[in-house]
């Protein structure tokens, strides 16, 4: 997919691929020792056991214009070209705007499954 979308001069970084159970859960320990309360972390982390990166088929996805993770990352062209291609290659957006998760909205989350393309 990755050359696929430099063909169309997009440049593609994988920022974040598997990550296990102890990994999560660290993750939001820090948030927790930040101060964030469990329930806004949860919006944006799912629970240890949860996550689609525990499956090592999640993929988070940034571009050289936005490397943060951010929601304004689906104002960029790596964005649109993903939301155009990546069905292609059997890669869904988990959480779209609106989604049955509760998650809030990851324009960089893709997950692949098996026999989506
Ligand atoms: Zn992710």
Redesign the pocket.
Known sequence: MRAAAAQDGIVLLPL?GFRSVARQTVLIRAKLAAGQSLESILQLVAAPGF???HTGY???IGSPEDMR?AEKFDRTAAFRWLRRQAGKFGFRL?FPRVNPHGIAF?P??WCWHAGAA
């Open positions: 974040s996550s689609e990166h999640a993929l988070d993770l988990t990851e960089w989350h």
